[in-house]
Each structure stands twice: as structure tokens, then as C-alpha cells.
């Protein structure tokens, strides 16, 4: 089993930044991807940004060019950089982890919350 522990978050407001991270630990693979996805009210869960573990970065259009997503793998955490938010990033952030071992293993965080007043 893994474990996710996020922390940062909180209220900002328009234009603001903030920064989450998201610890792992339990039975960690080295191949694996961290990433971050986010839940608004009434909406469905979205993919935010992603890193593997080989470096390898992705990120939804709607974040590209504001948030920042990097890893320490010696500390197994991952961390987004969040910058100009904007009141359409209100949302409740996951960390999502998925080990790469004879079956892909996903693990999810508790969430945090993040909201941007106008």
C-alpha cells in the first residue's frame, strides 16, 4: 500500500500563489508518475499536471504557463507551484501517485482545499 500526504493550500485571492506538496511513502516503486488532480463543485475530478519519475512533465491547458509541477525523489514528494490563480481554480487538489510493478498501482491523497476570491 502507499500513503499521500498532502499539505499546503488555503484562501488566496485573484492572482495570488500558493504551493501544495504531496509526501509518499509504504511500497514504492522506483518507475512510478505523482501528479495532481482537482475537483470543483458540481464538476468532475480534472487532470492538473504530472511528473515521472524519469522526468517527464505534463500539464492541462488550462494551467500551462502558471503552475509548476516538480518532484524530490529522494523525499518521495511532489510539489505544484501554483501562480496568477485565478477564481476557476477553486477546487479541491489530489495528489495521485501511480507505481509501475507487475500492475500499475494508483493512490490517491485526502485532498486539499484551494480557493481564489475575486
Known amino acids: 500500500q502507499v500513503q499521500l500526504v498532502e499539505s499546503g493550500g488555503g484562501l488566496v485571492q485573484s492572482g495570488g500563489s500558493l504551493s501544495l506538496s504531496c509526501t509518499a511513502s509504504?511500497?514504492?516503486?522506483?518507475?512510478?508518475?505523482m501528479g495532481w488532480y482537482r475537483q470543483a463543485p458540481g464538476k468532475e475530478r480534472e487532470f492538473v499536471a504530472s511528473?515521472?519519475?524519469?522526468?517527464?512533465?505534463e500539464y492541462a491547458d488550462a494551467v500551462k504557463g502558471r503552475f509548476t509541477i516538480s518532484r524530490d525523489n529522494t523525499k518521495n514528494t511532489v510539489y505544484l507551484e501554483m501562480n496568477n490563480l485565478k477564481p476557476e481554480d477553486t477546487a479541491v487538489y489530489y495528489c495521485?501517485?501511480?507505481?509501475?510493478?507487475?500492475?500499475?498501482?494508483?493512490?490517491w491523497g485526502q485532498g486539499t482545499q484551494v480557493t481564489v476570491s475575486s
Open positions: 495521485k501517485r501511480a507505481d509501475l510493478g507487475p500492475q500499475i498501482v494508483d493512490s
Open positions: 509504504g511500497s514504492l516503486r522506483s518507475i512510478n508518475t
Open positions: 511528473i515521472e519519475s524519469v522526468g517527464r512533465i
